[in-house]
């Protein structure tokens, strides 16, 4: 099974900072079809799993452009450019290249100092 | 839009049975897969099931094989989890959650349904 790693697993932010989130896998996600299956999710709290980016870099439709990803093979990062209240949660990476089992990251909790 | 509605959840004991249900409504069920994960309260996710859109292919963690069955009903848009020989670990929120298009991933999440497996 492919081991999804992320860190660090707490951030404190401060409002209006950048912050950014590593997600490392122990294989490539990279596939022949030339797409790379890496996704991010947001769980606000009391709230189910959002995606925000599919296929590394990809952003859902509503997610606010503030939110990007980026990486390859089998280092990613999520990047939020200025943290905003609303963004608090815990964020998950996902592959879905090397399936089954789908596996996810331990999840990272974005919190405000 | 695309909206995902479990139900089924609650409190059994262990060894027993339960059986989720998802509702899916806002887009083409037959065209999609579908998948169950999990979630420990307190922890992260975890993948269970998946079933493609026919439903004759079914792939399983091996945390749950032999023990939890997927199934699907295209004719009324639903999604099943059978949850047999339930034991303490299996106490989470299960969602119910839609294959991304193109992506094999997970795009959207329903709302989650409560298992409490205890004596």
């Known amino acids: 099974d492919v081991v999804m790693t992320q860190s660090p697993l707490s951030l404190p932010v401060t409002l209006g900072q950048p912050a950014s989130i590593s997600c490392r896998s122990s294989q490539s996600l990279a596939y022949s079809d030339g797409n790379t299956y890496l996704s991010w999710f947001q769980q606000r709290p009391g709230q189910s799993p959002r995606r925000l980016i599919y296929?590394?870099?990809n952003r859902d439709s509503g997610v606010p452009d503030r939110f990007s990803g980026s990486g390859s093979g089998t280092d990613f990062t999520l990047k939020i450019s200025r943290v905003e209240a609303e963004d608090v949660g815990v964020y998950y990476c996902?592959?879905?290249?090397?399936?089954?089992?789908?596996?996810f990251g331990q999840g990272t909790k974005v919190e405000v100092k | 839009q695309v909206q995902l509605v479990e139900s089924g959840g609650g409190v059994v004991q262990p060894g027993g049975s339960l059986r989720l249900s998802c509702v899916a409504s806002?887009?083409?069920?037959?065209?999609?897969?579908m998948h169950w994960v999990r979630q420990d309260p307190g922890k992260g996710l975890e993948w269970l099931a998946f079933i493609r859109q026919d439903g004759d292919n079914k792939y399983y963690a091996e945390s749950v094989k032999g023990r939890f069955t997927i199934s699907r009903d295209n004719s009324n848009n639903m999604l099943y989890l059978q949850m047999n020989s339930l034991r303490t670990e299996d106490t989470a929120v299960y969602y119910c959650?839609?294959?991304?298009?193109?992506?094999?991933?997970?795009?959207?999440w329903g709302k989650g349904a409560t298992v409490t497996v205890s004596s």
């Open positions: 959650a839609k294959e991304g298009a193109a992506s094999w991933d997970v795009d959207v």
């Open positions: 806002g887009f083409i069920f037959t065209g999609y897969g």
């Open positions: 296929k590394v870099s």
């Open positions: 996902m592959q879905s290249r090397h399936w089954p089992p789908w596996t």
